[in-house]
Each structure stands twice: as C-alpha cells, then as structure tokens.
C-alpha cells in the first residue's frame, strides 16, 4: 500500500545484512536501489535473543503498481512461546497474508 501510495518503489529488508539486526522499510525515491538519507520510512530494530526471524529472501520490493518484485515468506518465531510464531506471505500480486505456525 505504501508503494502505491508513494508511488514509488518501496523496499522491506534486513537491516545490516541480517533479518536478527531488524528490518528497515524505505522508499527509493530516486530510483537508486540503494537506500539514502530521507528515504528511512520504518525501522525495527534487532529482535532479543528469544525470537528469531527467517526467510529463503534478504528483502521484498513492491512496485507503485501494488505488485511484488519477489514473492517469499517470513516467519517469525518467539521462542519464550515455545511453539507459537507467525508466517508472513508476501504474494507477487502485493497480497500479505499472516497465519500462524509451529515453531521448532
């Protein structure tokens, strides 16, 4: 929604090379793929060390269109829980969908 809104693409990634760092969401408003000063719209910061995050992808850019350059999956595990977590789908039409998982 943020890329259609922006109309621009918008990037969802890791921060520092590592889905544990945390995950930054920017807009590249000057087309780069790289993000710049300014360009920051969200940043989580790295998770404790209870909680894990993974994915086959190290970040997913959404078009002004709405779609998905590349569709993938995140899952995120709490392991204070034990075997709750989350699995985020990020499909290549821009969908998200949320469910939840066993964790290991």
Same mark, same amino acid.
């Given at each position: 929604?943020? $890329?259609?809104? %922006? +109309? ?11 889905? /544990? ?5 920017? $807009?590249?408003? =000057?087309?780069?793929? !790289? ?6 719209? %969200?940043?989580?910061? $790295? ?9 086959? *992808? !190290?970040?997913? #850019?959404? %078009? $002004? ?6 569709? +993938?999956?995140?899952?995120? &595990? =709490?392991? *204070? #829980?034990? @075997?709750? +977590? ?8 821009? /969908?998200?969908? /949320? @469910?939840?998982?066993? &964790?290991?």
């Amino acid at each position: 929604m943020e $890329a259609i809104k %922006r +109309g621009t693409t918008v990037h969802l990634g890791q921060l520092d090379g590592s889905w /544990a760092s945390g995950v930054v969401v920017w $807009a590249d408003s =000057d087309g780069d793929v !790289t993000r710049d000063a300014g360009e920051e719209l %969200r940043l989580w910061p $790295a998770f404790d060390s209870e909680s894990t995050v993974t994915s086959g *992808r !190290t970040a997913f #850019t959404f %078009r $002004a269109s709405g779609e998905v350059d590349n569709d +993938g999956q995140l899952t995120i &595990c =709490d392991n *204070r #829980t034990g @075997e709750q +977590g989350m699995k985020i789908s990020i499909l290549i039409s821009g /969908a998200v969908i /949320a @469910e939840k998982v066993t &964790c290991a």
